[in-house]
């Protein structure tokens, strides 16, 4: 029998969140009718702002997690998001899962009018009713783990996700075969080196998957991310994007900690 993982039991909570909610006649229009009033503001791409020459960092507003707890005890998502996008970030990942990581899907209706970059809902996404609602808070795009559906579920909501005009950023873990992401079609896909059962973060196990990743897809390393090191080191195998929250959130002076990891603390231009 498998033990019973991290992630199952915040995926159980977010199942039984959902099986509280009332019906929302009308959620599916309105989806729609944000995604005009985004298409009217100009959509912004995710994946062409991680394919940008140079390092792309996606860096992400958290304000706590099962394993670290609150990360940050003066946390303001908006003022986060505005440091991290003067300090050259690629975009902004939003963390808004309200019980495990204390997050609030608000924070994405709030800072996406203060940047002009992507920004990224991440989030548990096991069901279409969550994709209106993220279309209708005004992201860019959203993240789906694939080892929390089926095939046939990762399917339906890729779908919904290009009819919402959401762009998909597809996790999968280091110790997981990637062979059903790939298969998916998910133009970005993203790999965790966070072990589930005990929260170790390797990246030698995010170094060994690069090679099974196509290079047609943008790769994105996620997790354990702490410098500019660990970022040529994963660079080096091929990645071209990376998703860093903790390090970022507890600096105290996030914009230069952006600067710092994308290699323009001296203000001569992004490292290539």
């Keep these: 029998m498998v033990a019973e993982t991290a992630l199952d039991r915040i995926v159980a909570d977010v199942r039984r ?21 985004r298409r009217r ?21 958290k304000k706590a997690s099962p394993s670290a707890g ?3 005890e003066d946390f303001d998502a908006t003022a ?6 003067a300090g050259g970030a690629a975009a902004i990942s ?3 899962e309200p019980d495990s990581f204390r997050g609030d899907p608000r924070w994405l209706v709030d800072i996406r009018p203060t940047v002009d970059l992507p920004v990224l809902r991440k989030d548990f996404i096991v069901t279409r009713r969550q994709l209106f609602e993220t279309a209708i808070l005004g992201a860019d795009a959203v993240l789906l783990i694939a080892r929390i559906l089926d095939e046939e579920a990762l399917a339906d909501l890729l ?6 005009e959401l762009e998909v950023l597809l996790e999968i873990f280091a110790d997981e075969d990637p062979a059903t992401a790939v298969a998916s079609g998910a133009p970005i896909i993203g790999v965790n080196a966070r072990d589930l059962a005990n929260f170790e973060v390797r ?8 090679a099974e990743l196509p290079a047609d897809r943008v790769r994105v390393a996620e997790s354990g991310i702490h410098s500019l090191g660990d970022l040529d ?38 490292r290539c």
Excluded: W
Excluded at 203 to 210: Q, Y
């Design 203 to 210: 990246l030698d196990r995010v170094e060994t998957i690069a």
């Design 159 to 164: 779908r919904a996700a290009a009819e919402l």
């Design 80 to 85: 986060l998001a505005g440091a991290y996008a």
């Design 233 to 270: 080191r994963l660079r080096g195998v091929g990645y071209d994007a990376f998703l860093v929250g903790e390090h970022l959130v507890r600096s105290n002076d996030p914009e230069a900690a952006v600067r710092e990891l994308i290699g323009r603390g001296d203000g001569d231009g992004q």
């Design 70 to 72: 609150v990360i940050r």
């Design 41 to 61: 503001m100009g959509l912004r791409s995710l994946n062409s702002a991680l394919s940008k020459p140079g390092l792309a960092l996606i860096a992400e507003c």
């Design 17 to 37: 969140r959902l099986d509280t909610y009332t019906e929302a006649p009308g959620l599916e229009e309105a989806a729609q009718e944000a995604v005009e009033a």
């Design 94 to 96: 939003v963390v808004t």
